[in-house]
């Protein structure tokens, strides 16, 4: 869906580096979440903000920072990747208004090396 | 715990058929049930959303069904189709917090000639 873009689209980066994956959407939407997906595990939250002076930690936030920069834009760091934090990850949002339905994103897909 | 579970394994049928994926839930007291279908490596996409007081919801092909005595949620999709093939995935919201969803691992249904 083009209203959520994500970027990079694909990105392989080495243990110990931080990276930051950034979400945007076009949706006029107040609630903005991050996860990961990984093989069998399904979707994982790792955080959420439901305005941009809302930031809340999900299932899996540890290794993980966020900003909410403005309503449109929420952007997820991982301080210092490791390996097992290669994976899917997703940015969805929602609206507040109306029923609680996400609408995601195209997907990160990151390697640590 | 609470615990989502759908199945793991593939469904495989036949052009069509009616499709029926299941999906069970413990621990949890959900306001509504949402499913999603996702493609691989592509974000979910929201299909139906069934409210705890809602016996059943329809939309084009799409049947969803929810019981909540047994926990259980049924999603069907009737004349299948190869394009159905994919992953669905069901989600609830979380016990106490209207806007945080957890999905499912979801399963995964391939429709052949």
């Known amino acids: 869906d083009a209203d959520v873009t994500q970027t990079p689209r694909n990105r392989i980066t080495k243990t110990g580096k931080r990276i930051m994956l950034e979400c945007s959407q076009t949706?006029?939407?107040?609630?903005m979440y991050w996860y990961r997906q990984d093989p069998g595990l399904g979707l994982q939250l790792i955080y959420y903000?439901?305005?941009?002076?809302?930031?809340n930690k999900g299932e899996i936030s540890d290794g993980y920072s966020v900003s909410r920069q403005a309503q449109a834009k929420f952007s997820l760091s991982l301080e210092s990747a490791i390996p097992n934090q290669t994976a899917l990850y997703f940015c969805?949002?929602?609206?507040?208004?109306?029923?609680?339905?996400?609408?995601f994103g195209p997907g990160t897909r990151l390697l640590v090396l | 715990s609470q615990k989502i579970e759908q199945n793991s394994e593939a469904l495989n049928i036949q052009e069509g058929k009616t499709a029926t994926l299941t999906c069970n839930y413990t621990?949890?007291?959900?306001?509504?049930l949402q499913w999603y279908r996702q493609d691989p490596g592509r974000g979910p996409v929201f299909l139906l959303l069934?409210?705890?007081?809602?016996k059943e919801k329809r939309k084009e092909r799409l049947k969803v069904t929810f019981d909540t005595t047994l926990k259980q949620s049924l999603f069907h999709i009737t004349a299948s189709q190869p394009a159905d093939s994919a992953t669905y995935l069901c989600?609830?919201?979380?016990?106490?917090?209207?806007?945080?969803?957890?999905f499912g691992t979801g399963t995964r249904l391939q429709v052949t000639l």
């Open positions: 969805a949002t929602s609206d507040s208004q109306r029923q609680e339905t996400q609408y």
């Open positions: 949706k006029g939407h107040d609630r």
């Open positions: 903000s439901f305005d941009v002076k809302d930031i």
């Open positions: 621990n949890y007291s959900p306001a509504y």
């Open positions: 069934i409210r705890e007081n809602e």
């Open positions: 989600a609830l919201d979380g016990t106490g917090t209207a806007s945080k969803l957890t």
